[in-house]
């Protein structure tokens, strides 16, 4: 038998760690939860779960979650979002494989509800992501806030796990305009620091690609009113990501327009 730490960083997250925590109980040989500073009942929530409660200053998403796997006890790490939590038909993948642990990582499909809709198209499913893995045999790496976890040999061995992890992502359209807002200034800023630009061009033309390729092509208006909001601001996100990265360019280079 495995032993499996799950690991989660938070930041004021009361509205969704209970869910989340809760998921993980029947699988978890150890919580760990790395806190950047939360000013609600996030620690609260925490404790009554029995998990062990970390504050660590945030550097960055990628930088967060690889100081999170320092303080895992065990190899074997589950790492998991607040606002996540566990299908049970994946509490039920993760149970067998800690009875026989075969693989370097393990992909899991994940489904994302938006405004209390599942969206299944739109290239936002199956969305899969490698979240259980062996530490030593890897780390979290990408461009923030985009992390992902790579697996250290190019011959490791990843196996698909059937189950979902549900992604409760925004309760309103104004939660997800605020996180695009959030969101485009961190990647345009590390964007920037890739020597990365933004010509006239590519800013008009990307955004409504981007609407065509994810409603019409991936099939966003199948998920009905919601699919179209999707599509529209992630076409938005493309638009603002590439003005701020314009911004920040000209800045650098002392381009003022008045």
Same mark, same amino acid.
């Given at each position: 038998?495995?032993?499996?730490?799950?690991?989660?960083?938070?930041?004021?997250?009361?509205?969704?760690?209970?869910?989340?925590?809760?998921?993980?109980?029947?699988?978890?040989?150890?919580?760990?939860?790395?806190?950047?500073?939360?000013?609600?009942?996030?620690?609260?929530?925490?404790?009554?779960?029995?998990?062990?409660?970390?504050?660590?200053?945030?550097?960055?998403?990628?930088?967060?979650?690889?100081?999170?796997?320092?303080?895992?006890?065990?190899?074997?790490?589950?790492?998991?979002?607040?606002?996540?939590?566990?299908?049970?038909?994946?509490?039920?993948?993760? @149970?067998? +494989?800690?009875?026989?642990?075969? &693989?370097?990582?393990?992909?899991?499909? =994940?489904?994302?509800?938006?405004? /209390?809709? $599942?969206?299944?198209?739109?290239?936002?499913?199956?969305?899969?992501?490698?979240?259980?893995?062996?530490?030593?045999?890897?780390?979290?790496?990408?461009?923030?806030?985009?992390?992902?976890?790579?697996?250290?040999?190019?011959?490791?061995?990843?196996?698909?796990?059937?189950?979902?992890?549900?992604?409760?992502?925004?309760?309103?359209?104004?939660?997800?305009?605020?996180?695009?807002?959030?969101?485009?200034?961190?990647?345009?800023?590390?964007?920037?620091?890739?020597?990365?630009? @933004?010509? +006239?061009?590519?800013?008009?033309? &990307?955004?409504?690609?981007?609407?065509? =390729?994810?409603?019409?092509?991936? /099939?966003? $208006?199948?998920?009905?009113?919601?699919?179209?909001?999707?599509?529209?601001?992630?076409?938005?996100?493309?638009?603002?990501?590439?003005?701020?990265?314009?911004?920040?360019?000209?800045?650098?280079?002392?381009?003022?327009?008045?």
């Amino acid at each position: 038998m495995t032993s499996l730490s799950v690991v989660v960083i938070t930041l004021n997250e009361e509205r969704n760690i209970s869910r989340c925590l809760e998921s993980v109980r029947g699988i978890a040989d150890e919580i760990v939860v790395v806190d950047s500073g939360s000013s609600d009942t996030t620690p609260q929530i925490c404790a009554h779960y029995g998990a062990r409660f970390v504050t660590h200053p945030f550097e960055g998403h990628i930088q967060q979650k690889n100081f999170a796997l320092t303080q895992c006890t065990h190899d074997a790490v589950l790492s998991i979002d607040a606002d996540e939590s566990l299908s049970p038909e994946l509490c039920v993948s993760i @149970a067998r +494989v800690k009875n026989e642990w075969t &693989a370097d990582g393990y992909s899991m499909n =994940r489904l994302t509800n938006y405004c /209390g809709t $599942w969206i299944r198209h739109g290239g936002w499913y199956p969305d899969r992501k490698v979240r259980m893995f062996r530490k030593s045999q890897g780390a979290w790496t990408g461009v923030n806030p985009h992390d992902r976890f790579a697996l250290t040999l190019p011959s490791a061995r990843v196996v698909h796990l059937s189950g979902d992890l549900l992604h409760y992502s925004y309760y309103t359209v104004s939660d997800h305009l605020r996180q695009v807002d959030y969101f485009t200034g961190i990647t345009a800023r590390e964007m920037a620091m890739q020597g990365r630009s @933004a010509g +006239v061009f590519r800013t008009i033309v &990307a955004p409504p690609f981007r609407f065509f =390729r994810d409603y019409v092509i991936k /099939g966003g $208006w199948m998920d009905g009113y919601h699919g179209l909001v999707v599509a529209a601001i992630s076409a938005h996100a493309v638009f603002i990501k590439y003005v701020k990265l314009r911004h920040i360019t000209q800045q650098e280079h002392g381009i003022h327009h008045g």
